[in-house]
């Protein structure tokens, strides 16, 4: 599924500079996967000012930048790149997709929407470490990386589905799932920094974020053991936890997120088609 799209923008329809026979194109290149989900990482002309439907983004000094489409983005975007006096202006297309809705009735109403109000204080609690875990955004370029996943098994869920309770649409769940034995080693998919570790989140259970740059994260969720700590820097492929079925889940998997700002993306856009392996339990004490 993963595609690999390149655009010189002076060859491209819907460009907008003035005076562009007089001067170079600001846009160099976009590649990545122009649908809901999708991550793009462009470069610019150093020294460049990006914006993405009106947001700037963050560019490095050698002008590379990221953006992503979140599940539900709209079929039209468009990416604004200025530098003195000169603008360039490119219409993004974005593809959409479907997504797999299941509908489930007649379930216990505390089944579906926690009331009690000390459960609810938890959630917002744990909610409010997680945005802060996101919101540096950092000149780290890890994002650039070739993903790897960052665990075996197979695949039990999917980005973008979402579940209809007593009539009642749910969140969709935007990352993909790995299910395998508890204890199934958990590795960095990328390089990065660990912004939050924490054992045991009400729907998440125990949790990892690392940071990989320019608003772009990982999230792993349900894990039985979380083995960094926040402010460590980790390797693609290095050991950071176990899958498990803690917090909200009905066996042991990983649920793998990634984040670009506000932008829930599709994991499995930035990794190679998935293997599935037959897992066993893990009784390695120490890290790889």
Not at 63 to 72: E, M, Q, S
Not at 260 to 282: A, G, I, M, N, Y
Request: glycine share 10%; hydrophobic share 35%; net charge neutral.
């Amino acid at each position: 599924m993963k595609k690999l799209i390149v655009l010189v923008l002076l060859l491209a329809t819907g460009l907008s500079a003035s005076k562009l026979g007089a001067q170079e194109p600001l846009i160099l290149s976009l590649k990545g996967d122009f649908t809901q989900g999708g991550l793009v990482i462009g470069q610019a002309v150093p020294g460049a000012k990006v914006e993405f439907d009106g947001q700037e983004v963050k560019v490095s000094e050698d002008g590379y930048f990221v953006f992503g489409f979140h599940r539900d983005m709209p079929e039209t975007a468009s990416l604004k790149v200025s530098k003195s006096e000169q603008t360039e202006t490119q219409p993004i297309t974005i593809s959409k997709r479907q997504y797999n809705i299941e509908r489930i009735d007649g379930l216990p109403p505390s089944k579906v929407t926690p009331r009690k109000p000390e459960v609810l204080e938890r959630i917002k609690r744990e909610t409010a470490l997680v945005a802060e875990a996101r919101a540096e955004i950092t000149d780290f370029k890890y994002f650039m990386q070739d993903f790897i996943w960052p665990a075996k098994g197979r695949l039990s869920g999917f980005y973008g589905s979402q579940r209809v309770l007593n009539g009642d649409p749910k969140r969709p769940h935007f990352g993909v799932d790995v299910a395998a034995p508890t204890g199934t080693e958990v590795v960095a998919p990328a390089d990065g920094v660990v912004r939050l570790v924490h054992p045991d989140m009400y729907f998440s259970g125990g949790t990892i974020i690392i940071d990989h740059g320019f608003g772009v994260n990982s999230t792993f969720l349900h894990l039985s053991s979380v083995d960094v700590e926040v402010g460590e820097s980790v390797k693609q492929g290095d050991f950071i936890g176990r899958i498990g079925a803690t917090g909200r889940a009905t066996g042991p998997h990983l649920d793998w997120r990634i984040n670009w700002l506000h932008h829930r993306l599709d994991p499995q856009l930035v990794v190679p088609p998935f293997e599935e392996t037959e897992t066993q339990s893990k009784t390695k004490s120490e890290p790889k």
